[in-house]
Protein backbone atom coordinates (compact mmCIF):
# COMPACT_ATOMS: atom_id res chain seq x y z
CA UNK A 1 0.00 0.00 0.00
CA UNK A 2 1.57 3.38 -0.65
CA UNK A 3 0.26 6.77 1.07
CA UNK A 4 1.21 9.94 -0.82
CA UNK A 5 2.22 13.12 1.27
CA UNK A 6 2.01 16.04 0.24
CA UNK A 7 5.17 18.77 1.27
CA UNK A 8 3.51 21.90 -0.66
CA UNK A 9 6.93 21.56 -3.16
CA UNK A 10 6.78 18.09 -3.67
CA UNK A 11 5.15 14.88 -3.01
CA UNK A 12 6.30 12.21 -1.64
CA UNK A 13 5.25 8.13 -1.50
CA UNK A 14 5.97 6.35 1.16
CA UNK A 15 5.70 3.22 1.04
CA UNK A 16 4.12 1.36 3.97
CA UNK A 17 4.96 -2.39 4.74
CA UNK A 18 1.79 -4.93 4.46
CA UNK A 19 0.02 -6.64 6.93
CA UNK A 20 2.41 -8.68 8.79
CA UNK A 21 1.12 -12.58 7.73
CA UNK A 22 2.35 -15.74 9.54
CA UNK A 23 5.07 -17.42 7.87
CA UNK A 24 4.28 -20.57 5.82
CA UNK A 25 5.07 -23.37 8.27
CA UNK A 26 8.03 -24.97 6.95
CA UNK A 27 8.10 -28.13 5.28
CA UNK A 28 9.71 -31.20 6.60
CA UNK A 29 11.90 -33.27 4.17
CA UNK A 30 9.39 -36.61 2.93
CA UNK A 31 9.91 -39.52 5.20
CA UNK A 32 13.21 -41.31 4.56
CA UNK A 33 12.50 -45.14 4.40
CA UNK A 34 16.06 -45.85 4.86
CA UNK A 35 17.07 -49.09 7.40
CA UNK A 36 18.99 -46.81 9.55
CA UNK A 37 15.80 -43.80 9.73
CA UNK A 38 13.40 -47.41 10.29
CA UNK A 39 16.37 -48.71 13.35
CA UNK A 40 16.23 -45.62 14.39
CA UNK A 41 12.23 -44.48 14.84
CA UNK A 42 11.56 -48.77 15.77
CA UNK A 43 14.62 -47.46 19.13
CA UNK A 44 12.85 -44.58 19.95
CA UNK A 45 9.21 -46.09 19.44
CA UNK A 46 8.31 -43.50 17.18
CA UNK A 47 6.20 -42.65 14.19
CA UNK A 48 6.80 -39.49 11.86
CA UNK A 49 4.71 -36.87 12.26
CA UNK A 50 3.11 -35.36 8.96
CA UNK A 51 2.42 -31.67 10.66
CA UNK A 52 3.79 -30.37 13.74
CA UNK A 53 6.65 -27.56 14.52
CA UNK A 54 10.20 -27.40 15.12
CA UNK A 55 9.24 -25.42 18.52
CA UNK A 56 8.82 -28.47 20.55
CA UNK A 57 11.70 -30.06 19.42
CA UNK A 58 13.75 -26.98 19.71
CA UNK A 59 12.53 -26.36 23.40
CA UNK A 60 12.60 -29.85 24.34
CA UNK A 61 16.57 -29.28 23.62
CA UNK A 62 17.30 -26.02 25.74
CA UNK A 63 15.47 -27.77 28.22
CA UNK A 64 17.70 -30.49 28.24
CA UNK A 65 20.97 -28.83 27.13
CA UNK A 66 19.72 -26.39 30.30
CA UNK A 67 19.44 -29.69 32.73
CA UNK A 68 23.18 -30.72 31.64
CA UNK A 69 24.59 -27.53 31.99
CA UNK A 70 23.23 -27.47 35.81
CA UNK A 71 24.59 -30.73 36.79
CA UNK A 72 28.03 -29.97 35.23
CA UNK A 73 28.06 -26.35 37.35
CA UNK A 74 26.89 -28.55 40.20
CA UNK A 75 29.07 -31.38 39.98
CA UNK A 76 32.26 -29.30 38.79
CA UNK A 77 32.19 -25.68 39.67
CA UNK A 78 30.17 -25.84 43.30
CA UNK A 79 30.73 -29.19 44.73
CA UNK A 80 34.68 -29.05 44.28
CA UNK A 81 34.38 -25.46 45.94
CA UNK A 82 31.88 -26.26 49.28
CA UNK A 83 33.81 -30.11 49.65
CA UNK A 84 36.43 -28.47 51.89
CA UNK A 85 34.20 -26.29 53.33
CA UNK A 86 31.66 -28.19 54.35
CA UNK A 87 32.08 -31.77 55.07
CA UNK A 88 28.97 -32.91 54.75
CA UNK A 89 28.46 -31.96 50.69
CA UNK A 90 30.99 -34.88 50.28
CA UNK A 91 28.08 -37.55 51.53
CA UNK A 92 25.36 -35.41 49.39
CA UNK A 93 27.98 -35.16 46.13
CA UNK A 94 27.27 -38.93 44.88
CA UNK A 95 23.56 -38.49 45.03
CA UNK A 96 23.00 -34.91 43.83
CA UNK A 97 25.13 -36.02 40.76
CA UNK A 98 23.20 -39.32 40.25
CA UNK A 99 20.01 -37.87 39.49
CA UNK A 100 20.83 -35.06 38.06
CA UNK A 101 22.46 -37.29 35.40
CA UNK A 102 18.86 -39.12 35.39
CA UNK A 103 17.31 -36.02 34.41
CA UNK A 104 19.84 -34.96 31.89
CA UNK A 105 19.03 -38.58 30.35
CA UNK A 106 15.21 -38.62 30.84
CA UNK A 107 15.53 -34.59 28.75
CA UNK A 108 17.57 -35.91 26.40
CA UNK A 109 15.94 -38.61 25.12
CA UNK A 110 12.61 -36.87 25.65
CA UNK A 111 14.08 -34.15 23.11
CA UNK A 112 15.98 -36.74 20.67
CA UNK A 113 12.57 -38.44 19.96
CA UNK A 114 10.45 -35.18 19.29
CA UNK A 115 13.18 -34.52 16.86
CA UNK A 116 12.88 -37.90 15.14
CA UNK A 117 8.88 -37.88 15.30
CA UNK A 118 8.94 -34.61 13.54
CA UNK A 119 11.41 -35.78 10.78
CA UNK A 120 13.57 -33.06 11.60
CA UNK A 121 16.02 -32.42 9.41
CA UNK A 122 19.02 -32.05 11.16
CA UNK A 123 18.08 -35.22 13.76
CA UNK A 124 20.81 -37.65 13.00
CA UNK A 125 23.77 -34.12 13.92
CA UNK A 126 21.58 -33.98 17.27
CA UNK A 127 21.83 -37.78 17.27
CA UNK A 128 25.59 -37.67 17.23
CA UNK A 129 24.99 -34.94 19.97
CA UNK A 130 23.18 -36.56 22.32
CA UNK A 131 25.59 -39.87 21.86
CA UNK A 132 28.45 -37.87 22.86
CA UNK A 133 26.45 -36.33 25.74
CA UNK A 134 25.39 -39.59 26.90
CA UNK A 135 28.86 -40.92 26.75
CA UNK A 136 30.05 -38.09 29.06
CA UNK A 137 26.76 -38.74 31.66
CA UNK A 138 27.71 -42.63 31.37
CA UNK A 139 31.43 -41.47 32.53
CA UNK A 140 30.36 -39.16 35.09
CA UNK A 141 27.81 -41.52 36.55
CA UNK A 142 30.08 -44.44 36.80
CA UNK A 143 32.32 -42.25 38.87
CA UNK A 144 29.10 -40.94 41.32
CA UNK A 145 28.70 -44.38 41.72
CA UNK A 146 32.18 -45.55 42.70
CA UNK A 147 32.28 -42.88 45.05
CA UNK A 148 28.95 -43.74 46.52
CA UNK A 149 30.51 -47.62 46.98
CA UNK A 150 33.44 -46.68 48.65
CA UNK A 151 31.97 -44.20 50.97
Known sequence: MDVSVSTGTEDLRVATAPATTRPPRRQHPPVSNAPADRF????????PERAGSDAGAHRRLRVSLFVSAVRCIITYVLIPVLVPILSIAQVLAAPVGIALCALAVVTGITSLRRFWALNHRSRWMYTAFVAVVFVTLAFALYSDISRLATA
Do not use: K, S
Open 40 to 47: MRALLRVT
